[in-house]
Structures are given as C-alpha cells and as structure tokens.
C-alpha cells in the first residue's frame, strides 16, 4: 500500500524553458494530465497540470501581459506552472495520497526522494489502480456486504464463519456506516463458494448476520430493504 509499488516510474517532465504549446502537443500525443517541471539541475521546479495549459492556450497570458511578451509562443512551463507543489514520498501509504487528492482536487503528486529528487508521478487514475487490484474487482468473483456493531470481535468472527463454511475470500474492506452509528460494514469479495451457491451462502449468512447487498456477475441486490 505505499507509493512506490503504484506510482508512475518514467515520468514525462518538462523544463523550465519548454513552451506552452509544446507541452500542449505532448498532453494531446501521450495522453497525460501533469508534468513536473524540472530545472538546469533536474530538481523539480513546480508542476503543470491540463488544466493550467487549457488555460493558458486561449489565453489569459496573451497580449498585454508583460511577463510573456504578448505572444503563445514566448509563453514557457515556468509562466504557468505551480511553484513548490506538494510532494509525497515513495513510502507514503496511497490511502494517504487518496484523501490529499480528494481534498486539494489535485490530479497527482510528484514522488520525490530524500534527496529532493524526483523519483515518479502518482495520480488518481493510479489510485484507481490500486483500489482495482486491492478491492479483487479485476479477478472477478461476488462480493456481500455485512453490518455490524464497531467494536472488536464482530468481524473476525464473520470470517471464521466463512471458513468453517468452507467460503475463502480475496478481500476484505471495512467502513463506518453513515446511516447507523456505532456500526460499519465489511465488503467481503468471494474467491471460492466452496459447496454453497450463492443463494445458500446468503441464506446461510442472514441466520447470523445483517447482510446490506451482494453482488453476483455484476448485478447488485439489495438485502436491507
């Protein structure tokens, strides 16, 4: 779960002289949204986001601003670009990097070393990446979603049931439940049924367990109606 194992590694940087127009033909042909920018010394300078360069091409730095000369093609990264970005390191958790994301709107961070150096890039479709594989999603298999009281023991005690049941799970994410405080839910996502289907597994579960939904090839039914 930390940064190293998500983070983009061959990043594409742009420098300090790199004109806006450039780095908006090379947003068009790689299909990426940020680019550290980087001084004469490869130390990263700041950062530019699509959004930065789709604000600069109409532009707001045309004629009249002084500090481009008046004109697209004078215009460089350095004109544009956000000095001294928030950085994180390639250890920092990506749950961490998620809710900086979520609460700057950021599109990624640079990854930066000890030293200062820029090591990567992790961004939110990298993010997405992670909750794809960690949540089991891309291997497929159902998934049931459980309620129960936020204290120490409802839980491993769910998953013992499965065991003994002869259910093995890919993975498991808890959360507080909005709706019912005091409470959270577990989202289990099945690996094997063992002997269940999934219809007998569900019966067998709502003897014990206050189940919310589960999901079967894609079609979610709701349960706590």
């Known amino acids: 779960?930390?940064?190293?194992?998500?983070m983009t590694k061959n990043v594409i940087t742009l420098g300090l002289k790199t004109t806006v127009v450039d780095a908006a033909e090379i947003m068009r042909t790689k299909k990426v949204r940020q680019?550290?920018?980087?001084?004469?010394?490869?130390?990263?300078?700041?950062?530019v986001s699509d959004r930065d360069i789709r604000d600069a091409m109409p532009s707001k730095y045309l004629p009249g601003d002084s500090a481009t000369?008046?004109?697209?093609?004078?215009?460089?990264?350095?004109?544009i670009m956000t000095s001294?970005?928030?950085t994180v390191s390639p250890i920092t958790p990506?749950?961490?990097?998620?809710?900086?994301?979520?609460?700057?709107?950021?599109?990624?961070l640079p990854v930066v070393d000890e030293a200062g150096r820029l090591v990567g890039i992790i961004t939110v479709a990298d993010v997405f990446r992670f909750l794809c594989?960690?949540?089991?999603?891309?291997?497929?298999?159902?998934?049931?979603?459980?309620?129960?009281?936020?204290?120490?023991?409802?839980?491993?005690?769910?998953?013992?049931?499965?065991?003994?049941?002869g259910v093995r799970f890919a993975s498991v994410f808890t959360s507080h439940d909005p709706a019912e405080p005091g409470f959270r839910n577990a989202y289990v996502r099945i690996?094997?049924?063992?002997?269940?289907?999934?219809?007998?597994?569900?019966?067998?579960?709502k003897t014990h367990y206050t189940l919310l939904f589960f999901v079967e090839d894609g079609r979610t039914t709701l349960l706590d109606k």
């Open 1 to 6: 779960m930390l940064v190293r194992d998500w």
């Open 35 to 47: 680019f550290p920018v980087i001084d004469e010394k490869g130390a990263l300078a700041g950062i």
């Open 69 to 79: 000369g008046g004109s697209l093609g004078s215009l460089r990264a350095a004109d």
């Open 84 to 86: 001294e970005p928030m």
């Open 94 to 108: 990506v749950d961490m990097v998620a809710n900086i994301l979520m609460r700057h709107r950021f599109g990624g």
């Open 133 to 165: 594989t960690a949540s089991g999603v891309q291997r497929g298999g159902p998934q049931i979603a459980v309620r129960m009281e936020a204290k120490p023991g409802p839980l491993s005690g769910m998953l013992e049931f499965l065991r003994a049941e």
């Open 191 to 205: 690996a094997d049924l063992g002997e269940h289907s999934m219809d007998s597994l569900i019966a067998t579960l």
